[in-house]
């Protein structure tokens, strides 16, 4: 599995643009880009996820370079309620290892007032 | 429409006992992830269970088993309790078939796990 680095903790202004990135350069073809986070005493809810094109949904945008060794997660407009640890994780899309979601420690992201 | 739901919340354990955690994945989903974690650390695999066999293992001993139901719930047991096995149990559904790949690249969703705690 591809493992990825990001930032361990992050700081953004209420109402502002968090962008958080995350390096996977050892990633391969068949392999999806996944975002979680995981506010504290919860498990890990879902974000977004993409393959090599831009995605965006109600919680945030996904972008991912042409190389795809990293991509941005984007949430356009920062609340207090965002501050949580982010994940960003590799899936394998064919044989039996799909289910083997490989999670660094994730980024911190911390919003103030 | 529920979604994944696991029991206990909390558990308190001492050294060698043998514990069976709970889990009830989101509907329509049929295949079952449990992962380990601790404080301050990402979630590490442990094992996916599909059709009541474990389909994939991440790097856990044998003390860690499991079970998967008709109905697609799922049981993990850890025999033999060590300190180090206190954690953050967390569950993960999905629907992924015997393809072993989720249909329509859909997300595993989780629970909010059970706090295991070894004296």
């Known amino acids: 599995d591809a493992k990825t680095t990001q930032p361990t903790s992050m700081d953004c202004a209420e109402g502002r643009a968090a962008n958080l990135p995350c390096n996977h350069s050892?990633?391969?073809?068949?392999?999806?880009v996944y975002w979680y986070r995981q506010i504290h005493s919860q498990g890990p809810q879902y974000i977004i996820h993409g393959l090599k094109n831009n995605e965006t949904n109600e919680m945030a945008s996904l972008i991912i370079t042409e190389d795809r060794k990293s991509s941005t997660l984007i949430l356009p407009h920062a609340t207090l309620r965002d501050t949580a640890v982010y994940y960003c994780i590799v899936r394998p899309l064919i044989n039996t290892n799909a289910g083997k979601s490989t999670f660094g420690d994730g980024t911190t992201l911390t919003v103030k007032p | 429409d529920a979604g994944v739901t696991q029991s206990p919340t909390h558990l308190i354990k001492t050294r060698g006992q043998q514990v069976t955690l709970r889990c009830s994945p989101k509907?329509?989903?049929?295949?079952v992830s449990w992962y380990q974690q601790a404080l301050g650390q990402g979630p590490q695999f442990i094992f996916q269970?599909?059709?009541?066999?474990?389909?994939q293992r991440g790097n856990f001993p044998d003390r860690f088993s499991g079970h998967q139901f008709p109905n697609y719930s799922s049981e993990l047991n850890v025999n033999a309790l060590l300190l180090g096995d206190s954690a953050l149990y967390l569950c993960a559904s999905s629907l992924e078939g015997d393809r072993g790949f989720p249909y329509s690249n859909q997300p595993q969703h989780f629970g909010d796990g059970t706090r295991l705690s070894i004296l």
């Open positions: 269970y599909y059709e009541e066999e474990e389909r």
């Open positions: 509907s329509g989903h049929d295949t």
């Open positions: 050892t990633i391969s073809g068949n392999e999806y």
